[in-house]
């Protein structure tokens, strides 16, 4: 594990969604799976996984110390939303604006109730945050079940990965004093760059973006200096 690198996300959220976050649980570790080949490891951050043992401080400083060296926050919410929970998108709202990290997911259970299960002042915590998030310009993320969360993260992990946040370290990342080389003698041909083909005899054919010279005789010597992705 220590030759991968480490994304870590942080999951904070009340008991009353336990099931929802043990199937976020299993999603993160099927990712894990597939980019474990390209070097990349999703670290999974939890209350339950840290230990209930004596601290210098409160254990939710833990918590929160956690957060500020997380690279994404998510949060699922449903009928209430937990002082403890709420101070946890406190210390990632700070930490983001601080210094652009972590990337903040919010995910409301858009899912029936029993209202007459649900106390009064939870209600009101909810509509408090949503409250907050809105005048902070932060929308929530509805779901309905732990498909729709999973598929919705899913699709935002594709998207860092295609904004390039979360970068494998297999990737070549070719530089601009990235140089090629090729040498063709007598009737040859030769072909570079992507997508390139060998031509017929005494051809040459470059693909790509590319600058360079090329001269052509009885013995063709060429450089191609190609620029970065």
Known sequence: MSSLKEIRVFLASSQELKADRES??????????????????????????F????????????????????????MLFHTKVGKYTEEEFTAA????QATGKPFIYTY????????KAVRATDLV?????????KALGHFQ?????????????????DKL????????????DLGTDTRYEATVTGSGA????????????GAVQLGGSNAGTINTGTMATFTVTRGRR
């Not at 409301?108 to 209202?115: I, Q, R, S, W, Y």
């Not at 079940?145 to 999973?150: A, I, P, R, S, T």
């Not at 030769?190 to 005899?201: K, R, S, V």
């Open 24 to 49: 976020f649980e299993i999603m993160i570790g099927r990712r894990n799976k597939d980019w474990a080949r390209q070097g990349v490891h999703l670290r999974l951050e939890i209350w339950e996984d």
């Open 108 to 115: 409301f259970k858009n899912a029936p109730v029993d209202l």
């Open 51 to 74: 230990v209930d043992a004596m601290s210098q401080t409160r254990l939710q400083d833990e918590y929160n110390r956690a957060i500020q060296d997380c690279d994404v926050f998510v």
């Open 190 to 201: 030769a072909a570079q760059g992507e997508g390139a083909t060998a031509l017929g005899a």
């Open 161 to 172: 990965v295609a904004n390039r946040f979360i970068r494998f370290p297999a990737e070549s």
């Open 93 to 96: 709202f700070k930490q983001f």
């Open 125 to 133: 915590s909810l509509e408090a945050f949503q409250a907050r998030l």
């Open 141 to 157: 993320t509805e779901y309905e079940d732990d498909e729709g969360l999973q598929l919705h993260f899913w699709q935002q992990l």
